[in-house]
């Protein structure tokens, strides 16, 4: 089979090419994203692989089917860059629901614990040979409250990190995980009790029309002075002028930013020679109290193995059998069908 693999990076050849290679799958590379301009690359294809930064809308969708084009697999968990409800019936959908927790959740960790240790300006500090410890007190974690969106597997993950630190966890999901302990140390809450009691809040859900600007303006007015906000899931979960001035205000302590709204324009490329357009953007880095990179908390030897696996086995298992098991919405003998009784 022949996959058309859009916005290929330099790290992304070496385990797709062992995987394709072993598997029958010849994987052409574009370095471009798939989107309205270049969905023609995808003729003669038989699928198309994309990730987090493709745009898959109803005309790319729709062209892709007018092309041939009979699955588009994503190497990613998310799936809200994919017109689901007009690819219901049309096209096959897969993904990789999962590839590292632990990736996510130790870069959330990296990231929160570099904030309020100031890490990166010691960095910066000692190479000039400055030695002052003036601005650099932080906080102990220990005892703290930690309230955190979400608790899949990555959320899951971040709680364990939490509780080995010693910190006190409110949990938030639509959809509670049963076996997750509800004791002293991990409590489930509404969103209100979450906003208001933590001193730390953590995104790890998915972007959906419940959790779009889910950290606002509103809800950072129920929070302490001084929250510190952690972003490694979708940017668009934190709306980023809220977020700005909250942060201006002295409402937000910090916040630590993998993910960004905009990123597409800007993620995953070199612009240190250009003009940074984007002034939320360029604002929120130049704060002194705000980390940001540059959607990397997958990044991982073992993550980045695991996507490949995942994403080639699922494609073996589409055109073997013409189902898959991380299948979100297909298309089978003319009868639509989606998982869990729902187009997602």
Do not use: W
Request: negative net charge; proline residues 2%.
């Amino acid at each position: 089979m022949k996959i058309a693999f859009f916005d290929t990076k330099p790290y992304d050849k070496p385990s797709f090419d062992k995987l394709g290679g072993e598997n029958g799958i010849k994987f052409k590379y574009f370095e471009t994203k798939l989107n309205e301009d270049t969905v023609d690359l995808a003729q003669g294809y038989d699928g198309v692989c994309v990730f987090v930064n493709d745009t898959v809308n109803a005309a790319v969708i729709d062209r892709l089917c007018e092309l041939g084009v009979k699955v588009i697999a994503l190497r990613c968990a998310g799936f809200n860059n994919v017109d689901m409800k007009h690819a219901f019936g049309k096209i096959h959908v897969l993904r990789v629901p999962a590839y590292s927790p632990y990736a996510v959740a130790e870069h959330t960790m990296a990231l929160l614990l570099t904030s309020i240790r100031r890490i990166h300006k010691a960095y910066i500090r000692t190479r000039d040979f400055n030695f002052s410890l003036s601005g650099m007190t932080g906080f102990d974690l220990h005892g703290k409250t930690v309230g955190v969106v979400g608790t899949g597997r990555i959320g899951r993950a971040f709680i364990n990190i939490c509780l080995g630190f010693g910190m006190k966890v409110l949990a938030y999901d639509k959809f509670p995980a049963k076996d997750l302990a509800d004791n002293d140390s991990v409590k489930y809450a509404e969103l209100d009790e979450l906003f208001a009691n933590s001193d730390i809040i953590s995104l790890h859900c998915p972007l959906t029309e419940d959790t779009h600007h889910i950290i606002s303006e509103d809800s950072l007015e129920k929070c302490k002075r001084g929250v510190v906000i952690l972003n490694t899931s979708r940017g668009a979960l934190v709306d980023a002028e809220a977020l700005l001035s909250g942060i201006k205000s002295r409402k937000v302590g910090a916040a630590c930013l993998d993910v960004y709204e905009e990123e597409s324009d800007f993620f995953f490329e070199d612009y240190s020679g250009h003009i940074m357009e984007d002034d939320t953007l360029a604002c929120l880095i130049s704060m002194p109290n705000v980390i940001v990179t540059s959607h990397q908390a997958f990044l991982t030897e073992e993550a980045l193995a695991n996507i490949a696996q995942t994403t080639v086995e699922n494609l073996v298992g589409f055109f073997d059998t013409q189902h898959c098991a991380n299948e979100l919405c297909y298309r089978s003998n003319g009868t639509e069908d989606v998982k869990n009784g729902k187009c997602f």
